[in-house]
C-alpha cells in the first residue's frame, strides 16, 4: 500500500546543507499498522510527510497505492493526496467552526454537497464517539476529544492510508490508550492502513504489526514487533528497549559490580526470555544441577502482540567453578544472558 524507494531528503546546499533522511526503503502493506520509532531528530516526521509530499523528498521514488506520487503533477497530486489522511500531534483544529465543520472541511474543499457531506460526517461522528458534541466548538473539548475531531475530519474523505505524526505526544496515559484503541479499532473495520511515528514504545506494542527505527535519517533496523521487544538487532533497539521495561540492578549492587570475575566473585546476570521458555523452571535447575543459589534482584513479564517477553536480573551465588558451570548452562538456551558484573562474595 504504501512504498518508499531510496528516498532520501536535504535541506539547503553546498556547506549547510542538513540531509534529514538518508536511501528509505519502506514497505507497508495493506490493513497493517506499521510504526516508526526513533528519537527527536531522527527524520521521524520528514519521513511521514515524504510519504504524501507535503515535503518532496531530494532523491527516490514515493508510491501509495501502486501511484507513483513523486511522478505526479501538482494537480494530480492534490487529487491523490485525499487517499492519505493525516493527524498531527497539535490537533490543527479551526477554533471558530464546530466539530462538526471541522470534520465536514476536507469535504467542503472538495465541494461535496450537503447532502454527502451529512451522509459522511454523521457516521465518523458515531464512529468516533463525537456524537453528541457535533455542536461544540475546539475549546469547549478536552485534549483526547480534539484528537477524535482531528481523526474524523482525516476520515472524512474516504482514505485509503492514514498517516499519525506523533498523534499522542500531546495525551496523557489514559486519553492515550484510548486514542490507540480507536486506531486499532478503525484499522480494523475500515480496513485502513495506518503508518505512525512516535517515540513511544507503548505506542508500539499497544497497535502496530511491525516497527522500523530510524536514527540519523537512516532506517536501522525494521521487524514484526514482537521481534523488535524480544530480540532488538541493534544496539539503539536495546536502549530503546530497555528504557521501556526500565529494569535495572538497584543501584546499591551497581556499585559493587566488578568488570572482571575472580575466585571470589559471583556473576550478576541479566536474563531475556521469551515463548517457551518463559515456562521453563531454569531457575529451579540451576540450583538443583549446579548447587547455586539464585538472587532474583528484578523480574518482570510482559505479553506483546501474543508473545511472550520475562526479564530478569539476578545473582548466581556459589563458588566460582559452579557458578561458572551454570552461567554455561543459561547460555546453551536460547536466550539472551547478558553478564553485569561481578560482587564480592560475602559467604
Do not use: W
Amino acid at each position: 500500500m504504501i512504498s518508499l524507494e531510496k528516498v532520501s531528503k536535504t535541506y539547503g546546499s553546498g556547506a549547510r546543507a542538513v540531509q534529514a533522511l538518508a536511501d528509505i526503503d519502506l514497505e507497508v502493506p495493506k490493513g497493517t499498522i506499521h510504526g516508526v520509532i526513533g528519537l527527536s531528530g531522527a527524520g521521524k516526521s520528514t519521513l511521514i510527510r515524504c510519504v504524501n509530499l507535503l515535503e518532496r523528498p531530494t532523491a527516490g521514488r514515493v508510491y501509495v497505492d501502486g501511484q507513483e506520487l513523486t511522478a505526479m503533477s501538482a494537480a494530480d497530486l492534490r487529487q491523490t493526496r485525499h487517499q492519505c489522511g493525516m493527524i498531527f500531534q497539535h490537533f490543527n483544529l479551526l477554533t471558530n467552526r464546530t466539530v462538526y465543520d471541522n470534520v465536514a472541511l476536507p469535504l467542503e474543499l472538495m465541494r461535496e454537497s450537503r447532502q454527502t457531506i451529512r451522509e459522511r460526517v454523521t457516521p465518523l461522528l458515531e464512529l468516533t464517539g463525537l456524537a453528541d458534541k457535533a455542536g461544540q466548538y475546539p475549546a469547549q473539548l478536552s485534549g483526547g476529544q480534539k484528537q477524535r475531531v482531528a481523526i474524523a475530519r482525516a476520515l472524512a474523505s474516504r482514505p485509503k492510508v492514514l498517516l499519525c505524526d506523533e498523534a499522542t505526544s500531546a495525551l496523557d496515559p489514559q486519553t492515550t490508550a484510548s486514542i490507540l484503541t480507536l486506531l486499532q479499532e478503525i484499522n480494523q473495520q475500515l480496513g485502513l492502513t495506518i503508518l505512525l511515528i512516535t517515540h513511544e514504545m507503548e505506542v508500539v506494542k499497544s497497535i502496530c504489526h511491525r516497527v522500523g527505527l530510524i536514527s540519523g535519517g537512516r532506517l536501522v533496523e525494521e521487524a514484526d514487533v514482537g521481534d523488535f521487544f524480544t530480540a532488538p538487532a541493534t544496539q539503539l533497539g536495546r536502549e530503546f528497549l530497555d528504557e521501556f521495561l526500565k529494569l535495572e540492578a538497584p543501584q546499591a549492587l551497581v556499585e559493587r559490580l566488578l568488570p572482571a570475575p575472580t575466585a571470589q566473585t559471583h556473576p550478576v546476570v541479566r536474563l531475556t526470555f521469551s515463548g517457551d521458555n518463559v515456562a521453563t523452571p531454569l531457575i529451579s535447575r540451576l540450583a538443583r544441577e549446579h548447587g547455586v543459589d539464585v538472587s532474583i534482584l528484578q523480574a518482570k513479564v510482559e505479553s506483546i502482540q501474543g508473545r511472550t517477553l520475562g526479564l530478569m536480573i539476578a545473582e548466581l551465588m556459589g563458588d566460582a567453578a559452579r557458578t561458572q558451570d551454570a552461567l554455561a548452562t543459561l547460555q546453551s538456551f536460547d536466550l539472551q544472558v547478558e553478564v553485569l558484573g561481578h560482587v564480592q562474595r560475602t559467604d
